[in-house]
């Protein structure tokens, strides 16, 4: 699968947690209420910014188990999550952060869910939690997936799922253009088969619904302007000049990124959703 580095995801996470749709995040934190220590599978962690953004919200005890293909995401999560908390110690191999009143046992595991699924189940999970992942898998794997989850009655919970909405302002006379060489590009193959992309929130809802499931969606848009993030609308712009350049006139994606510099405003388009078996 396509990695990404510490470097854009420490610049992304603030955007991240603040675009984050409330009302789910709320609706998952009650349905995890009346569980003591609820096991958390995050899937595609990266250096931990979902447990950082999700845990405060849960009970006093949790237990999550973070998964990654890339050794040195985990290893950055292992120093973040230190930092994060107000105090960290190794436990029988696990990582126990202390937050506030909270206690959050934390396990790592380098591994690759394209080729397994059991490692989701080694111990049955409460929840499993992506972010920022799912555009990144085929609706094949998705399909899979999700028949994984249902027959194992497990809800999910995924954010910041990319939707294909772009809106930067001003906008300029290459702007469609270079959006449709990048949603060329969305749908290569990332290590899934050709990727859902935009599509993938939409893949979610309806495999899920196909399996009894609630389904939830709302939008968690980010919303930037260039006093408050000039780094990462900078970053964000140069990364989709870069894979729309696959698709696109050189001289397009030149004048596109030359404009970077004078944009003042962008909304990115993202999903989240949560999903849950429908109890009879």
Not at 26 to 39: E, I, K
Not at 133 to 159: A, G, K, M, R
Not at 235 to 259: K, N, R, V
Not at 267 to 277: E, T, W, Y
Request: aromatic share 10%; hydrophobic share 40%; net charge negative.
């Amino acid at each position: 699968m396509t990695g990404f580095s510490a470097d854009w995801l420490a610049l992304r996470e603030e955007a991240d947690h603040a675009a984050r749709n409330e009302d789910i995040g709320f609706q998952v934190a009650n349905s995890l209420s009346s569980h003591d220590c609820p096991l958390i599978v995050d899937l595609g962690s990266g250096t931990g910014s979902n447990l950082r953004a999700l845990a405060p919200l849960l009970g006093l005890k949790q237990h999550w188990h973070l998964i990654d293909i890339d050794a040195g995401l985990l290893a950055h999560a292992k120093e973040q999550l230190r930092e994060w908390a107000d105090y960290a110690e190794v436990v029988h191999k696990s990582l126990v952060l202390y937050w506030g009143e909270q206690q959050i046992t934390v396990d790592f595991s380098q591994a690759d869910v394209c080729k397994d699924f059991g490692i989701l189940f080694n111990k049955p999970p409460q929840l499993i939690t992506s972010a920022a992942f799912f555009d990144l898998t085929s609706e094949q794997w998705i399909s899979e997936f999700v028949q994984q989850l249902v027959q194992h009655s497990t809800p999910f919970y995924t954010v910041l799922t990319y939707d294909g909405d772009e809106q930067w302002h001003p906008s300029y006379p290459e702007d469609k253009a270079v959006l449709a060489a990048f949603h060329r590009h969305q749908g290569m193959d990332k290590g899934f088969g050709p990727a859902a992309g935009p599509k993938a929130t939409t893949c979610l809802q309806q495999a899920f619904s196909l399996g009894g499931y609630e389904v939830m969606t709302a939008p968690s848009p980010w919303v930037l302007n260039a006093q408050e993030h000039p780094d990462l609308m900078l970053c964000l712009g140069q990364g989709i000049g870069e894979a729309a350049a696959h698709f696109a006139e050189a001289e397009a994606i030149t004048s596109w990124q030359d404009a970077l510099h004078y944009r003042r405003h962008a909304v990115i388009g993202h999903q989240d959703l949560f999903a849950r078996p429908i109890i009879a």
